[in-house]
């Protein structure tokens, strides 16, 4: 998966506004606030095609141009927030070019992510260290990639959130594939992720205590909500070992 931290360079938004809608997902909307920033994770967007889509506010029947609307027809990459019901501020992004009132609106976005975060970082981390690495999202992307992906590495990593006293579904989905394909002899990390009482680190190793061979790497990371520079020294550590055994 691509770094969705990054900030997206201005003609991201110029593009097509259903491709903008889709490649908005899993990126984050960051705000600077005092004392750090909040981050999200967006998971739905709406695409607004302009005066010919009756649901756009630039559509002839819905607003004339100006007043709120006016940001619409300024170049991509900018802000349009309006107020529903008054109580709730919608947020949009405008996309096209100068002149074509289009915007993709933000439906939902959630505050998790720091797992994957983690993951990111630390597949940058193994990179250093001389591995050659890749991440892989359980929630977003192909199964068979992941299973495969297991099987072609002679090491793997294994990140995921404590989900009601167990792990986060799919990870515990992909633990059964791999113990029913006979995944063993490798090198193996883990990261838990936890609030309250985490949880996943015990689950994951029970699944894989039935997998022969398997090389249960150090340091293995808690990460309490938020990733912390003592994780990602521990990190640090967890790439290298992983280095020194593959
Ligand atoms: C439905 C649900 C169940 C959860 N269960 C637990 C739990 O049993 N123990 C715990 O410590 N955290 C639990 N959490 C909290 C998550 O593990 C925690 O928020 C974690 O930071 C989520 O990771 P993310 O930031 O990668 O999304 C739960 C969260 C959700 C949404």
Redesign the pocket.
């Known amino acids: 998966m691509s770094n969705p931290w990054e900030k997206l360079p201005p003609d991201f938004y110029l593009r097509d506004t259903v491709e903008v809608a889709k490649d908005l997902i899993g990126r984050y909307l960051i705000r600077e606030v005092p004392g750090g920033r909040l981050a999200c994770r967006i998971t739905e967007t709406e695409a607004y095609c302009g005066p010919a889509d009756p649901a756009c506010h630039s559509c002839r029947k819905a607003a004339k141009k100006g007043g709120r609307t006016n940001v619409m027809y300024e170049a991509g990459g900018l802000a349009y927030i309006y107020l529903i019901y008054g109580m709730h501020c919608c947020f949009n992004v405008v996309t096209r070019p100068k002149g074509e009132p289009e915007a993709v609106l933000v439906a939902y976005a959630s505050i ?5 975060r983690a993951a990111l970082e630390l597949t940058e981390m193994l990179k250093a260290e001389g591995v050659k690495a890749a991440a892989c999202d359980l929630t977003r992307e192909d199964w068979a990639e992941a299973v495969a992906g297991a099987f072609r590495y002679s090491g793997l990593v294994l990140a995921a ?5 167990g792990v986060f579904p799919p990870m515990a989905q992909l633990l059964a594939r791999l113990k029913s394909k006979g995944f063993r002899d490798r090198s193996v990390g883990l990261m838990e ?7 996943a680190m015990k689950t994951m190793m029970a699944e894989l205590e039935g997998m022969k061979g398997l090389n249960i790497l150090e340091p293995k990371i808690t990460i309490r ?1 938020v990733l912390t520079e003592e994780n990602r020294v521990e990190m640090k550590l967890l790439a290298r070992t992983m280095a020194q055994s593959i």
């Open positions: 998790h992510g720091n797992t994957a959130a404590s989900y009601d006293a992720n936890g609030s309250w009482g985490p949880t909500s």
